[in-house]
Every structure is written in C-alpha cells, then in structure tokens.
C-alpha cells in the first residue's frame, strides 16, 4: 500500500467535477472524502478506500463499455443479425477467473489493514473508555487519573438561540489526552448500553459493550485535535456525545497529567471535607449541568413523560437519605443511572443540596460529603458484590 501517491487524487478528481456543477464559492468549504489521516494506519485505510473505489471505477468503465459498444456496433438498424449460441466455455473461464483474481487483490491489503488494527501488542499506555449515556468516561488505568468528557456545545446553539460555532456537537469539556507518537491501547466497555468509540483520523472505531471489554488502537504522528463520535445510536441524545482527543508532546503531556493528579488529590480532600451551603449550591450548580440538565433539565423540569422533574419532586423535597440513595443507586430498570461509581462523594452532596434548593425546591437543608460516603459504604456493605 505504498500508494501515498493516491491520496489527493480522488479529492482533486471529485473536484474537478463537482467544478462543473457547483459554483466554486460552495464548493470551497465543501469536502467529499474521507478525513486527513493521522496515522499509518488511517492512512492504510484512507489508501484502501481509495485503491478499492478506483478498481470500481475501472470495472464500472470496462463492463459498461463494452456492453454499449457492443449494443451500439451491433444494433439491427445497421443490419446485424443476433447470433445464436450459448456456452462458450472460454467466455465462462475468463469471467470467473478475472473477478477471482481482482477480488484477492483487493481482500489481501483489507486483511492486512484489519489485522494490524486488531494487534493491541505491547502498547505504550492503556486507556479505559467507557460509555454511558450519554458521555465518555477515561480512566489512565496506570496514573489512576479518571474524568467523564461531556459536550460543550452551548443549549443556545443546539436550539438555534444563536449562530452555531466552527465545532458544533464536536467539542467537549474535557478531551482525551494523549502523547504523540505512542501506541495508545483503548479498552472499551459501556455502562448502560452499545455505544461505539470512534476517531476517523485515527482510524479507531470499536463497539463499547456493556459486561465486555474490546480493545483497539491508535498512534498519531502529528499533534493536534482530532474528533469523533459515538456511532451506535444509543437513545435520545446519542448524537451529543462527541469525541475529542488531543495529541500533544510528551513534555506537554507530562504537564497534564501531573496538573490532573493535583486535581485528583484535591478532590480526595474535597471527599473529607465540610462545605458551606453556598459552597454546595455553587459546585452542584456545575454537577448537575454536566450529568443530570440531559435528562431532568437545566430547569428542572425535566421531560414529561420520560423524565421526571426535580422541580417539585417528592423525593427532592423528602427525605434527603433517599434522594442520596437515588443519585448514588439510580433505578434499576430505568434510565435513571447509578452515579456513585461517577461522581465523588462531594459532587454527590452538592448535587443534592443544588437540588432540594433549587427551583421551586426549598427543602433548607444541606448534605454533606461524609454523609455520602456513610451511605455509599453502607449500601455496598448491605449488598456484597453484584457482580
Ligand atoms: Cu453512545
């Protein structure tokens, strides 16, 4: 596949006869081709696609030429007489063993191509991605650095409030991370249901299972921000969990991780900490902006029908041990999802305070990151192991 030569030809070619078409000021920010490649093995698969449509192209002319030729050369009105005959085992032999012959050049390289995205060996660094609905969580399963990725599109775009920005539905608060020139192992698992991680640049795209851990990898030459999507539709908000990875140098790299630590260990401090009411409303504010406004909504109104709202909730005004029990357990059978494994004993407390006092909400009281934890272990006391 040393057919590097290739690749700007069917984007010049496509060009060439979109310019017939189209008017040059639209075509400019059009593209109709697969993204720039980033690795040797997007680029292995950018040269397949392209190799493959090409030997399309040559059957499409070949095939249909002859069959028009021949219709046109031998049309009755120039006085030709249909022949009569059939089995012609020459004919036979050559059209079985010509397409033989093409469809093993083009099965080899495709297997070579699915064979090395399929050889996880002796990566430099593994990486957990899991799925949930409807965001990505990464866990540096050697740093013990763990974040979710969430989109950052603005609800104003998404409702067409204002213009829609250069990355819109393609950004995210927090990107995976990488350093250039590794070989990232990612292993893949999901929380609720299918979803599928996928970076076109990097020519990554797997299933992530729930109850499974698939794995595939990537290794980018260039540094820089690459985008991708979640590509297996996984309920209402399937098209707003975006991909983002940024590939940086291992000196910037470094950097990141160590300022990740740091944050890590500050919110371990968080966990055993005393906030204020204010303190509380503040950081739950954030909390339930990221995790729960899909659902229940920024206004706390929720979705009639599908999702409840918190506005007025008899839970978020009863009792607080069982609103805590709720965020930290989910329902069962709903989509409502368990967030103990997620969220921090503190980001729990204050979602919770944000909201019982939020809205129409004012329950007045405050909960507190031990009083979490003291219900976290003893659920997990009083239910050994689920699994
Ligand atoms: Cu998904």
């Known amino acids: 596949m040393e057919g590097s030569a290739l690749r700007p030809l069917p984007g010049k070619m496509l060009a060439a006869l979109s310019g017939m078409m189209i008017s040059g000021a639209v075509w400019a920010d059009y593209q109709l081709n697969l993204r720039e490649p980033q690795s040797a093995l997007a680029r292995d698969v950018y040269d397949l696609h392209t190799l493959i449509n090409l030997v399309c192209l040559g059957i499409f002319v070949v095939v249909f030429g002859a069959m028009f030729y021949s219709i046109w050369k031998h049309r009755k009105a120039?006085?030709?007489?249909?022949?009569?005959?059939?089995?012609?085992?020459?004919?036979?032999?050559?059209?079985?063993?010509?397409?033989?012959?093409?469809?093993?050049?083009?099965?080899?390289?495709?297997?070579?191509?699915?064979?090395?995205?399929?050889?996880?060996?002796?990566?430099?660094?593994?990486?957990?991605?899991?799925?949930?609905?409807?965001?990505?969580?990464?866990?540096?399963?050697?740093?013990?650095?763990?974040?979710?990725?969430?989109?950052?599109?603005?609800?104003?775009?998404?409702?067409n409030r204002t213009a829609k920005g250069e990355h819109y539905l393609l950004e995210v608060d927090e990107p995976l991370v990488v350093p250039v020139g590794k070989k990232v192992r990612v292993l893949l698992t999901a929380g609720d249901v299918i979803h599928a991680w996928w970076v076109p640049e990097l020519a990554v795209k797997q299933d992530a299972i729930p109850g499974f851990i698939r794995d595939a990898w990537f290794k980018s030459e260039t540094t820089g921000t690459f985008r991708g999507q979640c590509t297996e539709l996984c309920g209402k908000d399937h098209a707003f969990m975006p991909i983002v990875v940024k590939v940086v140098t291992q000196k910037e790299y470094d950097a990141w991780l160590a300022s990740k630590k740091q944050g890590a260990a500050t919110a371990a401090a968080d966990n055993t900490r005393t906030f204020t009411q204010e303190e509380l409303m503040a950081k739950g504010e954030q909390v339930y902006n990221a995790n729960c406004a899909a659902c229940h909504q920024a206004n706390g109104m929720g979705v009639p029908g599908a999702f409840p709202a918190i506005s007025g909730s008899k839970v978020a005004t009863g009792p607080i041990d069982a609103h805590i029990n709720i965020v930290l357990n989910g329902k069962p059978g709903t989509a409502m999802a368990a967030f103990g494994g997620q969220l921090s004993a503190a980001d729990i407390a204050a979602v919770v305070t944000y909201q019982r006092n939020s809205w129409d909400n004012k329950a007045g009281d405050m909960a507190q990151p031990a009083q979490v934890a003291g219900l976290k272990g003893g659920a997990e006391a009083a239910a050994p192991a689920a699994n």
């Open 78 to 159: 120039a006085g030709h007489q249909a022949e009569h005959f059939h089995e012609n085992t020459t004919v036979e032999v050559i059209w079985t063993i010509i397409p033989f012959f093409i469809l093993v050049g083009m099965a080899y390289p495709a297997t070579k191509a699915v064979l090395a995205m399929k050889d996880t060996s002796n990566p430099d660094m593994t990486i957990k991605v899991t799925g949930y609905q409807w965001k990505w969580e990464y866990d540096y399963l050697k740093d013990g650095v763990k974040f979710m990725s969430t989109l950052s599109t603005p609800r104003e775009q998404i409702e």
